[in-house]
């Protein structure tokens, strides 16, 4: 029987402005569960943004300054919720800033590029381990018409963001005219599974995906619909 396997690297440091995420990434996956040709590995957004220096200071009265500084465009506002679009082109919450899981007095702001933070965790990752590992930056958004949150894709390298099955046919032969899968999402919300929102496990490998995924990919190519495709703008 195949099949995926959601695997969570615990006693990871830390992070800290500055520090070598493939290092810390590499050393606390150690030989178990260690990591092999072929895995995916999901980091958080967070503790990418503390190894690349985007805390910054906060305070209740200095976040709608903050979020309207890293915003292109708000979208809709109730009341301290603002529902912006950043520089990446994602439609999020308060434009990617969060004070949870940080120091008392910080906040989070987004990596300014995602998709070059997985890059550089996979080429990291391939020069201390000697592994083609994928390896995909998630962040926490909600959904439009739905209550909840989930893990999505912000960043992407060796993994793809969207599998293509328009030409393809299903299960009856009828043939997909207009099916396009965000794997790198369905990833990242199967690795927050194992992560948690408060075991301080910021990252997490998926063992056993179609090797067909394994190629370049950029979330931001991929995924963020263009205004011109986009019905709602």
């Known amino acids: 029987m195949t099949g995926v396997q959601l695997l969570p690297v615990t006693g990871m440091p830390e992070v800290r402005s500055g520090d070598v995420l493939a ?42 300054h903050l979020v309207e500084a890293e915003a292109v465009r708000v979208l809709r506002r109730r009341g301290e919720l603002l529902i912006t679009e950043t520089r990446h082109g994602f439609v999020c919450a308060n434009a990617g800033v969060d004070s949870s899981n940080v120091d008392r007095g910080h906040a989070a702001l987004l990596p300014v590029d995602p998709d070059r933070s997985a890059r550089r965790i996979r080429d990291g990752l391939r020069a201390r381990a000697g592994v083609e590992v994928g390896v995909i930056v998630s962040d926490t958004f909600g959904r439009a018409w739905r209550r909840g949150v989930t893990d999505v894709a912000i960043g992407c390298a060796g993994v793809a963001a969207v599998v293509d099955l328009r030409g393809t046919t299903d299960a009856s032969g009828r043939r997909l005219e207009v099916t396009e899968v965000a794997v790198a999402d369905e990833l990242a919300a199967a690795a927050e599974l194992v992560m948690g929102k408060a075991s301080s496990v910021p990252v997490a490998i998926v063992r056993g995906v179609d090797r067909s995924w394994l190629r370049e990919s950029s979330v931001r190519a991929e995924i963020v619909r263009p205004a011109g495709e986009d019905l709602f703008r």
């Open 23 to 64: 290092a810390l990434v590499a050393a606390a996956a150690g030989d178990e569960p260690g990591l092999r040709d072929g895995d995916v590995v999901v980091v958080t957004q967070k503790v990418v943004s503390k190894a690349e220096g985007r805390m910054v200071p906060a305070d209740p009265a200095s976040v709608r």
